[in-house]
């Protein structure tokens, strides 16, 4: 079986600071991309920065230049360091990997972790 446990959520005020943990765990052959996603209240859920397994990064345009994704492969560990947070980031936000397993490849999220921005 395998999972991400996300950590680091909380709340934070405008302009704040908050980083986010993700460990894969299991019988994992290899990660490929990993990558965040969130959802606010009454809104799909959308892909907020994606890192795959050689470092390629991509973001959505709403966090570049203030989120920063970075991964460990050594760990299976990926993290999101969010800077100068907006009320408009609050969100759940949920991990997902691409990972080989003996069943092939699966794609596997996390239970999430809730992030509100708020005074």
């Known amino acids: 079986q395998v999972q991400l446990v996300e950590s680091g959520g909380g709340l934070v005020q405008p302009g704040g600071s908050l980083r986010l943990s993700c460990a894969a765990s299991?019988?994992?052959?290899?990660?490929?991309?990993m990558g965040w996603y969130r959802q606010a209240p009454e809104k799909e859920r959308e892909l907020v920065a994606q890192?795959?397994?050689?470092?390629?990064?991509n973001y959505a345009d709403s966090v570049k230049g203030r989120f920063l994704i970075s991964r460990d492969n050594f760990k299976g560990m990926v993290y999101l360091q969010m800077d100068s947070l907006k009320p408009e980031d609050t969100a759940v936000y949920y991990c997902?990997?691409?990972?080989?397993?003996?069943?092939?490849?699966?794609?596997?999220w996390g239970q999430g972790t809730l992030v509100t921005v708020s005074s």
């Open positions: 997902s990997a691409q990972v080989q397993t003996s069943f092939g490849f699966l794609t596997v």
């Open positions: 890192i795959s397994s050689s470092g390629t990064t």
């Open positions: 299991g019988s994992i052959f290899s990660i490929n991309a």
